[in-house]
């Protein structure tokens, strides 16, 4: 659980940090000139920072898949469990009941 939540903190941090930027430079007691050429270059950077953070979505989701997978294959091998448990008791308390169930005859004719 916790690499879901770095990973997601990493994410945020990286989303957060591009937007911060730009409303920084929008913002910015600077010249249009200037502010154009720092977006400009700002937005050069973008499908680094996008591929940087669609490479860490991905580890995150490879890392869940694996994290499932086995906590379906332990939670199927306990459900296995149970059921075989439940069978068990079954024909245990079947056999009980049918050893101690008195004979029952017909009732008299009249």
Not at 25 to 41: C, F, S, W, Y
Not at 44 to 52: R, S, T, V, Y
Request: charged share 25%; proline share 6%; hydrophobic share 40%.
């Amino acid at each position: 659980m916790s690499n879901k939540r770095s990973g997601l903190f990493i994410g945020g941090l990286l989303v957060g940090s591009a937007i911060g930027a730009v409303t920084g430079l929008l913002v910015a007691p600077r010249t249009g000139k200037e502010t154009r050429q720092i977006l400009k270059k700002s937005a050069e950077a973008l499908p680094e920072l996008a591929e940087d953070l669609s490479t860490s979505v991905q580890l995150q989701a490879d890392r869940l898949s694996e994290s499932a997978l086995r906590n379906w294959d332990e939670t199927l091998i306990r459900l296995k469990e149970a059921i075989a448990a439940g069978l068990e008791a079954t024909v245990r308390e079947r056999q009980i009941l049918t050893e101690t169930e008195p004979e029952v005859s017909p009732p008299p004719r009249p």
